[in-house]
């Protein structure tokens, strides 16, 4: 067994790590008393040359954490786990990345695979590596599974959106540009997806913040290993090649060093190779074979002035005939990511096309490193520093390019990126949806689609039932639980985000709720028929249109939306059928009479009056207002009351159905002894009885020992909450528990 390396003080993880072994892979652990083999020395070696020394020894903490928390973790390939933090801290620092990105790089896979806390990395390493390696955590919990070609865009998109820090995605790069460097060891199905993922989503991530270098290499290693047959038969073409262009490359890399010199031009000189996917790709474009794709060599010239590149053109031109239509300026229309270059082709010596890229030094580093080029570290630079010399190089950019429309565009996104506007979310299919941020459950489920809007009862985010109203955030899976009959609560309305759901919900609940009124106002005309001795079905087509032809209505719903709404009395239009029907119609029997009874199915068209809040079992009565439908009081509130003298005519008896569903809210006070843990106990004792508690209000009287807690409770009916109450009396340290009194 090894000894764990000797801890910075309170610098080692708590948990003792895991052991994790691969299948089919013989770690080997290092010999008793020995650290591991994998050395600190490269990355520190680099770290000195441009980070100030004071920097070293959190760098160095960081590594013996991650060191720590991977003991007895080997990856794929056999080796000490912490080899692949140490290598991705290596990349960064080639990329001048500051202490804390190296850190967070040296920390990254310490949470998901060891457990390592949050407050763990705050508490040894600050808030803001903590932050990063979190962000980088959070990345890696998403897989880009679907089949979908255009999905990809999206899936950038929302990487980016996730990583609120351009750091986060620096080191993602560099962690997916050291496991695809290192995907020998894996299986060859897992190695074909991950392939698959760093063409589609890094790759064009490197690509967009200008990280060439990266860019080309992930593409190299993505076809490498997502069509390994078509990489072995290109690269084996290319070695011929190479063998039979040697000579040819030398003659003309000496032929133009002297023409630079004769010329007084300053110049470095590189021969370069394409990158094999760069051919691949202009066989597949042209339709070639690789005996016509001539170019796989080219020459890069590097020089001090912008001026220079065009002297240097000119030398190369007067050298060797260029190519027509080959020539490219993006020195004065650079490239979206801010790449800039002279480009042409020049015909070589026996025929044989050679391209040529002349650059500035400092547009070489933008051309290789993008972003990464602009996070040079300046010592005693703060995080915001870093961040504004960022925000510097984007309007540098911007500068370069103002003549370009382009380049505002590019900048737009990368701005809009890393402070985006949109959250980007998932269905429970993997498909992704964009919506705005500050986006809830409803406004996804109308955005997947209208039915399922309308017929939401509950959201699942990431597996957990959540309100409605939860706020979603990128990368979140949603799942909508539906009921066929169920309807838009208009609550929605002052929680949704998108234009979509909210006309959707407005439309929707119109139409429920002239549905309703229709089906409240044929009850109320019903049941004043029968006063009358009528039964509503027994009127005759002509009675109908009589009764229509007096009311002014075109159709029977029509005039039972009126009645349900109170723009009409139904007792009036009954008796109106009386008078207008035959003439003996006074000689039939009396049926019963009967209140109107409610069901709980009449949704809008009913509502409990807020100052008594009614529930079923209680003795109510109902007020039917203009143009506002049924209001259920209780028959002792004295708002009621008060109604009943001014608009007698109005009101109509009301009785609950055996069978009544649905929750009703009602309003409790409870006085209780102050203590610790008396809202939570309470708020319990309530729940475990199944009622749900929509709102809670607490009034401290600091004369008082004790304080009144107000509950606003769903309920089924009066038993229902004589349960709750009794289990909320068994406390000691309530006083009184009871219903609130209606509001006067
Ligand atoms: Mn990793």
Redesign the pocket.
Known sequence: MHSPPPPAAGCAPRKRPVVRRKAGTTPEPAAPGVEHAVSLGTLLEQVAGYLPEGELPAIRAAYRFADAAHLGQYRASGEPYIS??VA?AEICASWKLDAQALMAALL??TAEDQGITQAELVEHFGPTVAMLVDGLTKLDKIQFSSREENQAESFRKMLLAMARDIRVILIKLA?RL??MRTLDAMASDKRRRIATETMEIYAPIAYRLGLNQVYRELQDLGFRHGHPMRYAVLSQALKVARGNRRDLIDRILATTTKSFADAGIKVQLYGREKTLYSIYRKMQRKHRSFAHVQDIFGFRVIVPEVLDCYRALGVLHAQYKPMPGKFEDFIAIPKLNGYQSLHTTLIGPTGTPVEFQIRTEAMHRVAESGVAAHWLYKSGAADAAAQASTAAWLQSLLDIQNENRDAAEFIETVKVDLAPDAVYVFTPKARILALPRGATPVDFSYAVHTDLGNQTVAAKVNGELVPLRTELHSGDVVEIVTAPHSRPNPNWLSFVRTGRARSKIRHALKVSQQAESQELGRRLLARALLQQGLRIDELTAADWSRLLHWCGNRSQDELFGDIGLGRRVAEIVAARVRLLDAPDAGAAEPLARGALQLDGSEGTSVHYASCCRPIPGDAVIGYLGKGEGLTVHLQDCPQARRLFLKHPQSWIDLSWSAQVGGLFAVSLVVIVNNGKGVLAKLAAAISEHDADIAHVTMDEDSSQPTIELRFLLDVRDRKHLADVLRAVRVHKFVVRAGRAKPRA
């Open positions: 692949h933090p991705v990254h896979d962690d050291h496991n």
